[in-house]
């Protein structure tokens, strides 16, 4: 799952310089993604395809502030398919088990935020019915 991640990051980094990942930045995800994995609010998905991991989904139950009625959310952290292995129904099958344990935990609603920058992604995930919800902007300053 590593090198899939450290892909991800690599690409996005192409189009947005903000995914630029520290060299050493693998060590602290592959950590992020152990601490998750243990957590109760976390699950991570994987597809295998000749004797490797082609993809991994990582999806977490997130809280809304206190001051909404709905208290919690499925929040699908990541999505990655190796490019060789998409456009063959891996990515859809990583996000419906997700979508599946959603629905075990009582969640009714799930956030994605993708890279506006990442046409395939933001493809991907309207076609899995997904539609915009909030815009985040940005402002560089100099220093």
Same mark, same amino acid.
């Given at each position: 799952?590593?090198?899939?991640?450290?892909?991800?990051?690599?690409?996005?980094?192409?189009?947005?310089?903000?995914?630029?990942?520290?060299?050493?930045?693998?060590?602290?995800?592959?950590?992020?993604?152990?601490?998750?994995?243990?957590?109760?609010?976390?699950?991570?998905?994987?597809?295998?395809?000749?004797?490797?991991?082609?993809?991994?989904?990582?999806?977490?139950?997130?809280?809304?502030?206190?001051?909404?009625?709905?208290?919690?959310?499925?929040?699908?952290?990541?999505?990655?398919?190796?490019?060789?292995?998409?456009?063959?129904?891996?990515?859809? %099958?990583?996000?419906?088990?997700?979508?599946?344990?959603?629905?075990?935990?009582?969640?009714? %609603?799930?956030?994605? %935020?993708?890279?506006?920058?990442?046409?395939?992604?933001?493809?991907?995930?309207?076609?899995?019915?997904?539609?915009?919800?909030?815009?985040?902007?940005?402002?560089?300053?100099?220093?």
């Amino acid at each position: 799952m590593v090198e899939l991640w450290k892909g991800l990051m690599d690409f996005h980094a192409t189009r947005d310089p903000i995914f630029t990942r520290k060299p050493d930045g693998e060590k602290a995800w592959e950590t992020f993604m152990r601490e998750n994995m243990a957590k109760d609010k976390a699950c991570v998905f994987v597809a295998e395809g000749d004797r490797r991991i082609v993809g991994y989904c990582l999806a977490l139950i997130s809280n809304y502030p206190p001051v909404f009625s709905t208290p919690t959310h499925g929040e699908l952290m990541d999505l990655m398919v190796h490019e060789e292995y998409r456009r063959l129904g891996v990515g859809e %099958r990583l996000f419906n088990a997700a979508k599946a344990w959603y629905s075990k935990q009582g969640i009714h %609603r799930i956030e994605v %935020r993708v890279a506006v920058t990442n046409e395939i992604s933001t493809g991907f995930w309207r076609k899995m019915g997904f539609k915009p919800y909030l815009e985040t902007l940005t402002l560089g300053l100099a220093n």
